[in-house]
């Protein structure tokens, strides 16, 4: 954690030096790839000794198949390859390191390489093994239309913006921010009006950085005051179970599902300012004409505590993750598109028993939230009252719903979920079947 907090820290400076000194228009793009990439390698290296192997051992054989692979298939050998490969790293730390060896965390900077590789290779397809009118019009406009260079390859998968806390990004938004066109293009695809100036501004991520740093310092200090004092494990010990009436355990499973988010809120935000800090992350401009900084951002946190629908909260936690759930599973899949995206999250994650309690409950979860949303939501829209009423009770039931739904992805072994899913009388698997079981189930739209 120490590694991690200061390689971090390092990497914010260094992405401030990178933006000013190495700039496009200081530094030609052979010269920026590089000095990304091997401040990459070092901070693996720093953080992860020799287990660090394992990342470049992931990116030169999925740089072999990218290049000796057939079209048509490369996107499937890229994903067999790295999730099998990032899933035997999964089983090892748990049966080899017995889940406690803080250099094996490892895992970590091997999923969002594993999230980039699989991205680049379905883009690639799309660019190259597809007609256009085949696509999407977001795979349209990430398509890649050539295979990338040794030296932009590795820097997209190992620069020190993402190396260790990521978040994965577009191949074509990563090589437009190296070369230089990253914001004039961001604004362009906006249909930016110029408003005054003579030619496309060039904002500064200065704000953002700062705004985004004062997150990171209000999610550490609620980290170490409220995460070490409301633990996950108090919700299962015998004598709370035993003293606690079912609402109050209730209340107090929303408390210290809260005290573990900090932690996140952190690691994603600070990641999200360094990026920033290079110069990294414009996704163009606000209706009020504001320049945005959020195309890398892996969470919204006022829409996360305020949603009202289990989708809605999904969409603004782990945003990137969700995206690349969507780009290589969910838009690809050819029939059971949501249960599929669950399962490949739950084995992204790792092998832990709770993860897999928790992604196959969300299934049924949002199946049946669904069904709610779309046979009962309009009969509320008829004035402002009920429709407050209808926001204040689905914001109850979305917290507790995603709080009875993480909890196993926190406690991670099966004798503890199923002692917690016990003392909550499995209440929300029961509520669900019943709402799939009594409300109709209307056609949805193949959209995440």
Same mark, same amino acid.
């Given at each position: 954690?120490?590694?991690?907090?200061?390689?971090?820290?390092?990497?914010?400076?260094?992405?401030?030096?990178?933006?000013?000194?190495?700039?496009?228009?200081?530094?030609?793009?052979?010269?920026?790839?590089?000095?990304?990439?091997?401040?990459?390698?070092?901070?693996?290296?720093?953080?992860?000794?020799?287990?660090?192997?394992?990342?470049?051992? =992931?990116?030169?054989?999925?740089?072999?198949?990218?290049?000796?692979?057939?079209?048509?298939?490369?996107?499937?050998?890229?994903?067999?390859?790295?999730?099998?490969?990032?899933?035997?790293?999964?089983?090892?730390?748990?049966?080899?390191?017995?889940?406690?060896?803080?250099?094996?965390?490892?895992?970590?900077?091997?999923?969002?390489?594993?999230?980039?590789?699989?991205?680049?290779?379905?883009?690639?397809?799309?660019?190259?093994?597809?007609?256009? *009118? *085949?696509?999407?019009?977001? #795979?349209?406009?990430?398509?890649?239309?050539?295979?990338?260079?040794?030296?932009?390859?590795?820097?997209?998968? =190992?620069?020190?913006?993402?190396?260790?806390?990521?978040?994965?990004?577009?191949?074509?938004?990563?090589?437009?921010?190296?070369?230089?066109?990253?914001?004039?293009?961001?604004?362009? *695809?906006?249909?930016?009006? #110029?408003?005054?100036?003579?030619?496309?501004?060039?904002?500064?991520?200065?704000?953002?950085?700062?705004?985004?740093?004062?997150?990171?310092?209000?999610? @550490?200090?609620?980290?170490?005051?409220?995460?070490?004092?409301?633990?996950?494990?108090?919700?299962?010990?015998?004598?709370?179970?035993?003293?606690?009436?079912? @609402?109050?355990?209730?209340?107090?499973?929303?408390?210290?599902? #809260?005290?573990?988010?900090?932690?996140?809120?952190?690691?994603?935000?600070?990641?999200?300012?360094?990026?920033?800090?290079?110069?990294?992350?414009?996704?163009?401009?606000?209706?009020?004409?504001?320049?945005?900084?959020?195309?890398?951002?892996?969470?919204?946190?006022?829409?996360?505590?305020?949603?009202?629908?289990?989708?809605?909260?999904?969409?603004?936690?782990?945003?990137?993750?969700?995206?690349?759930?969507?780009?290589?599973?969910?838009?690809?899949?050819?029939?059971?598109?949501?249960?599929?995206?669950?399962?490949?999250?739950?084995?992204?994650?790792?092998?832990?028993?709770?993860?897999?309690?928790?992604?196959?409950?969300?299934?049924?979860?949002? =199946?049946?939230?669904?069904?709610?949303?779309?046979?009962?939501?309009?009969?509320?829209?008829?004035?402002?009252?009920?429709?407050?009423?209808?926001?204040?009770?689905?914001?109850?039931?979305?917290?507790?719903?995603?709080?009875?739904?993480?909890?196993?992805?926190?406690?991670?072994?099966?004798?503890?979920?199923?002692?917690?899913?016990?003392?909550?009388?499995?209440?929300?698997?029961?509520?669900?079947?019943?709402?799939? =079981?009594?409300?109709?189930?209307?056609?949805?739209?193949?959209?995440?």
């Amino acid at each position: 954690q120490i590694n991690f907090v200061a390689c971090q820290l390092f990497a914010l400076l260094a992405a401030f030096w990178f933006r000013i000194y190495l700039g496009p228009s200081h530094a030609s793009s052979a010269v920026r790839h590089a000095f990304a990439t091997l401040f990459g390698i070092y901070f693996a290296v720093f953080c992860f000794g020799w287990y660090s192997i394992h990342l470049f051992v =992931l990116v030169v054989m999925n740089y072999g198949i990218m290049n000796m692979a057939s079209i048509p298939n490369i996107h499937r050998y890229s994903f067999v390859v790295a999730m099998g490969y990032l899933t035997l790293c999964h089983i090892s730390r748990i049966y080899i390191f017995h889940y406690g060896i803080l250099t094996t965390d490892f895992s970590g900077p091997l999923m969002i390489i594993t999230q980039k590789i699989t991205t680049l290779a379905c883009q690639l397809h799309d660019g190259i093994g597809r007609q256009a *009118e *085949e696509l999407t019009a977001e #795979q349209n406009r990430l398509a890649v239309k050539t295979r990338p260079s040794l030296l932009e390859y590795l820097s997209y998968l =190992l620069n020190f913006m993402s190396i260790i806390a990521g978040p994965c990004s577009n191949y074509k938004d990563y090589i437009a921010f190296i070369e230089g066109r990253h914001v004039h293009m961001k604004l362009l *695809e906006v249909n930016w009006k #110029q408003k005054g100036y003579d030619r496309l501004p060039d904002p500064s991520p200065t704000g953002a950085v700062m705004y985004k740093l004062c997150i990171t310092l209000v999610s @550490l200090i609620l980290f170490l005051t409220l995460t070490k004092n409301f633990p996950m494990a108090y919700i299962i010990d015998n004598e709370f179970l035993d003293k606690t009436p079912f @609402l109050s355990r209730l209340g107090y499973l929303y408390v210290v599902t #809260q005290a573990a988010k900090p932690k996140y809120y952190f690691a994603w935000t600070l990641a999200d300012a360094v990026n920033n800090a290079a110069g990294y992350g414009f996704s163009g401009v606000d209706e009020r004409g504001t320049f945005r900084w959020d195309l890398l951002s892996n969470l919204n946190i006022w829409n996360i505590e305020t949603a009202t629908s289990f989708k809605m909260y999904i969409e603004n936690w782990n945003i990137q993750t969700a995206a690349w759930l969507k780009r290589v599973c969910y838009d690809r899949a050819p029939w059971y598109p949501t249960a599929l995206t669950f399962i490949l999250s739950a084995l992204w994650h790792g092998i832990y028993p709770g993860y897999y309690f928790t992604f196959l409950t969300g299934i049924l979860i949002t =199946l049946a939230a669904r069904a709610i949303r779309n046979n009962c939501r309009h009969y509320f829209l008829s004035s402002v009252p009920l429709k407050i009423a209808y926001d204040v009770v689905t914001w109850v039931v979305t917290q507790l719903a995603v709080c009875y739904t993480v909890a196993p992805f926190v406690m991670l072994a099966v004798e503890p979920t199923i002692k917690f899913y016990k003392s909550m009388y499995f209440h929300m698997h029961v509520l669900s079947i019943l709402v799939l =079981l009594v409300l109709p189930i209307r056609p949805q739209a193949h959209s995440i």
